[in-house]
């Protein structure tokens, strides 16, 4: 399964046309491994960039369970 990471300018990924946008960049990775640890480089490196993260079904990756992968400790 693919994983794509989409990341950019905060408002610019608010749209579900994302994709379309200019601001907006978008990396593919073969797996899952490969695109959480690009997510936190991302995430670690740029303050105020949006990232989101999707399967190869499209489907978004998100809350709890994203941030305990991504190495975030909830309270």
Known sequence: MSY???YGDALAMS????HLDERVRMERFSTEHEALARARELIDAEDGTAVTITDGAGNLLSGVRLELKLGYRTH
């Open 4 to 6: 794509r990471i989409f």
């Open 15 to 18: 749209n579900p046309d994302r």
